[in-house]
């Protein structure tokens, strides 16, 4: 079972190759234009697209590429020719420590809030705590981004409003910050972890057993996190999953806000500069980040069933 | 001056639909010994469950306690805060669920759930009540005591769930455990087994115990005392002898005589050829073979009562009659010709021919369709109905049904009961005019007197139509009452079939026997006498426990 989905992973990652090949080739202009100017003559752009090898047909290209991957060569960037791997590793280590930064606290604060939110659902704390998070939820993620910029930054001067990081960076300096943007992924995934945790307790709240369990004389608390909890993994684990891919990919907004050295500005700028192995790349590491951020959804859901963990 | 336990007096409980408050319980006084065992009975919206859980002082959500007094051992729950109603739980008063298989809670093994209760309360340490659960599983006659214990529920029978969940509510010995309808969700022989295990246990430990059932002959077994109950208040209420041999009420006598139906009389096969022919058919899900060459025949006009335990086979057969699966092996003939193994195969007017009726009439009507729709789709799918003829057809089958058409053509199943429900499925089976119906348990979901009710319709229609039946069912009594030919399945196979007298009437298969024996009769020796005589015989015990 395992195997067929982590099949199917492989599958869906060859597809979106595609697609983005397919996707960034439609784009007008390419790199040679992007990097003559506009007052380029014609002569000079098509020397630099043969020297670049983008004379040759779409299809040639994206084989070239894969045997590339396979070899596990991600290619040169065609803008500054600097090996790709080099180019995203840093990103990318940037980009993960800004996402784990983030999952670090939203997941247990997620967990913690919803099971409160069932235990005392319907009540003012459950009612609060629902409109807090789904208005950070529905403020878009520049407008937080740039919210808390002005009160914590510019007004306070706790926090920088741009992520300075290099290489060398020590890891207290990096997390200081990191922290505005981390908040601001924050606010945004927090309200879909906790309402569904929240909505997959009270779910399994109105079971036979739940009932049983009242009927034994467990504590309330008890009831929760012994007797629905465990019941509920499976849609929590694919919530987290998800919201963790989200941490991952859909950062691009806020980086680019904060100027955070990470993958999404990576990609946003080589869009822009047409610099197509580059966009490839980041684009296979998001895919990728969610393929297997699910694959492990699927693999928490399948060990928490007590049917398939015990099987007669 | 007798030991008093619980007294409750002038209970009232609201319940709410749809932001409407409406009466459960109006007004209801109960009282019970210790050691004493008190039986509601009632049909389904009585409130039994609910007076039940309120010996607790325990309501469902939407429920509320609007009025009266729960005397528990000289302490009044209704005053009581939530913490000290939860130190009563589990520990003076415990509670067996209906369905076990839903009341385990499927991550945790069972002597898990068993222990957490003593633990939890701080009556017994860990391994103390570890030890107390082997024993009691060993009490109520589980098999493996020391080892069923680290099973999860599922890999449990639900024989063996009911039994084990018995033991979990004798934990901490309370004085008081409520059984509400504890055997109702089990196949009658094994039924008869987890009865006897209550009863004892109960006696042994000297429990009060509050048995809630419909079924009026089991609960003729396990109390000593006898409440009925209709719309929330009492009916009558006296000793379970006296009740038996001298009910007063009317109601009363009407819930003793819901199994006087019988069919006219039998109605031999008319014709030498029959409608159905099952031949041979061997067919099961994946690698396993659920029916093994089963062969039996249904004639025009006849019924024929497919008898069986949960896993018999029963629905599998239909499901090879109605080409949903098709047979491995085998064919199945209708008037002489061979169906398509698959209903894709099959056309409309073979398709036509053989309806179904399911037990469940709430998911098998779809409750975005009125009546109307529901009756008249199989007018135009089969019979190519329009308009005005449609919709006469329509009230032709409302007023077969007996239901007024101008009151139902334009309701949703939501707005009929649950009788009223399984009319309309028996409406849309016959608008296809079918020479053969397949009933599955069509009567089990039903209170036993809506049950008759049903039961005259479709034996009314039988004869109006020349109708032939496929009748599935676990109950005998159903049996007894409208069929013509009884086929007995156990584990895929048939082990007797042939004309109703002949089969119920000795010498009988081994089986059959068995089963036979295990309904419960309306005395309340019954299940002393039945146990002493299987001891004495060691008649093979229930085959669902492996």
Not at chain 2, 102 to 116: K, R, T, V, W
Not at chain 2, 223 to 246: F, K
Request: negative net charge.
């Amino acid at each position: 079972m395992v195997l067929q989905r982590f099949g199917l992973g492989l599958l869906t990652l060859f597809v979106v190759s595609i697609i983005i090949f397919v996707g960034v080739e439609f784009l007008p202009g390419d790199i040679a234009e992007a990097l003559l100017g506009q007052g380029a003559s014609p002569e000079n752009v098509a020397a630099l697209r043969h020297e670049l090898g983008l004379d040759r047909p779409a299809h040639i290209r994206y084989i070239d590429w894969w045997a590339g991957v396979m070899q596990g060569d991600l290619g040169t960037s065609l803008a500054n020719r600097r090996d790709i791997a080099e180019l995203i590793t840093f990103r990318l280590s940037n980009t993960l420590f800004l996402a784990l930064t983030a999952a670090a606290i939203s997941v247990p604060l997620a967990l913690i809030l919803g099971v409160l939110a069932a235990l005392y659902r319907n009540g003012i704390y459950d009612r609060s705590v629902n409109v807090v998070t789904l208005g950070a939820v529905s403020a878009p993620e520049f407008l937080t981004a740039y919210v808390l910029i002005l009160y914590f930054s510019v007004k306070l001067g706790w926090f920088p409003s741009l992520s300075n990081i290099d290489a060398n960076t020590p890891f207290i300096e990096k997390l200081h910050q990191a922290t505005l943007p981390a908040v601001t992924l924050m606010a945004v995934i927090l309200a879909y972890m906790m309402r569904m945790v929240r909505a997959s307790i009270i779910n399994l709240l109105a079971s036979a057993y739940i009932e049983m369990a009242h009927l034994k004389g467990m504590p309330k608390l008890r009831v929760i996190v012994k007797h629905a909890l465990p019941n509920a993994w499976a849609p929590i684990a694919n919530i987290i999953a998800i919201s963790l891919a989200y941490l991952v990919v859909g950062v691009v907004v806020v980086e680019v806000v904060f100027i955070y050295p990470g993958l999404g500005q990576l990609m946003v700028d080589s869009v822009s500069n047409r610099d197509i192995p580059v966009v490839q790349a980041c684009a296979m590491i998001f895919a990728g980040t969610y393929i297997l951020l699910n694959l492990t959804a699927d693999i928490v859901s399948i060990c928490t069933n007590p049917r398939l963990l015990h099987p007669k | 001056m007798t030991d008093r336990l619980l007294e409750i007096r002038n209970l009232e409980i609201d319940g709410e639909s749809d932001e409407v408050w409406h009466e459960i319980i109006k007004g209801l006084d109960l009282d019970l010994d210790r050691g004493e065992v008190l039986g509601l009975i009632g049909e389904s919206g009585a409130g039994k469950s609910t007076l039940g859980l309120a010996a607790m002082n325990f309501v469902r959500p939407g429920c509320r306690i609007r009025g009266g007094t729960i005397c528990f051992d000289g302490q009044e729950l209704t005053e009581q805060s939530e913490t000290t109603l939860r130190k009563l739980r589990g520990v003076r008063i415990a509670y067996v669920a209906q369905s076990a298989a839903a009341s385990f809670n499927p991550a945790h093994q069972l002597i898990d759930q068993f222990s957490e209760i003593p633990v939890v309360h701080k009556v017994k340490n860990r391994q103390d009540a570890e030890a107390d659960a082997k024993d009691l599983y060993r009490r109520v006659l589980l098999p493996d005591p020391n080892g069923i214990g680290y099973r999860y529920p599922h890999q449990v029978s639900g024989g063996q769930l009911q039994r084990a969940m018995t033991a979990m509510a004798l934990s901490c010995r309370p004085d008081l455990i409520i059984f509400d309808e504890p055997t109702t969700a089990l196949d009658v022989t094994t039924q008869i087994e987890v009865l006897a295990t209550i009863r004892d246990i109960v006696r042994e430990f000297n429990t009060a115990a509050i048995y809630i059932s419909h079924d009026l002959a089991v609960v003729a077994q396990m109390a000593d005392r006898i409440m009925v109950l209709r719309y929330g208040e009492l009916v009558e209420e006296s000793t379970t002898r006296q009740m038996m041999s001298d009910p007063k009420m009317d109601y009363t006598k009407s819930l003793w005589a819901v199994r006087s139906f019988k069919k006219e009389a039998e109605t031999a096969a008319t014709e030498i050829n029959p409608v159905v022919k099952v031949d041979n058919v061997t067919a099961g899900y994946g690698k396993e073979d659920i029916l093994k060459n089963v062969t039996f025949e249904i004639h025009r006009g006849q019924t024929v009562a497919i008898v069986g335990e949960s896993g018999s086979g029963k629905s599998t057969a239909a499901r090879v009659i109605t080409g949903l699966l098709p047979p491995r092996l085998g064919e199945v003939q209708f008037n002489g010709e061979t169906l398509p193994k698959s209903f894709k195969s099959r056309n409309k007017d073979q398709l036509r021919h053989v309806q179904m009726i399911y037990q469940m009439a709430d998911t098998a009507l779809n409750p975005r369709q009125r009546i109307r729709n529901i009756i008249g789709r199989p007018l135009s799918f089969y019979l190519n109905l329009r308009g005005k003829q449609k919709e006469e057809r329509i009230r032709e089958l409302l007023s077969l049904i007996e239901l007024e058409p101008d009151l139902y053509i334009d309701r949703y199943p939501d707005e009929l009961s649950g009788g009223q429900k399984q009319r309309v499925s028996i409406a849309r089976a016959l608008a296809a005019e079918p020479e053969f119906i397949i009933c599955d348990e069509v009567t089990s979901a039903l209170d036993q007197l809506v049950a008759e009710g049903i039961l005259r319709l479709l034996d009314r229609l039988q004869r109006e139509f020349n109708l032939a039946y496929m009748f599935i069912t676990h109950d005998l009594a159903t049996v007894k009452a409208i069929a013509d030919n009884v086929v007995v399945m156990l584990q895929g196979e048939i082990v007797e079939q042939g004309p109703k007298t002949d089969v119920f009437s000795p010498p009988h298969h081994e089986y059959t026997e068995l089963l036979l024996s295990s309904v419960p009769e309306m005395d309340p020796d019954w299940l002393n006498e039945l146990i002493a005589h299987r001891e004495k015989h060691g008649v093979m015990r229930s085959t669902s426990t492996s």
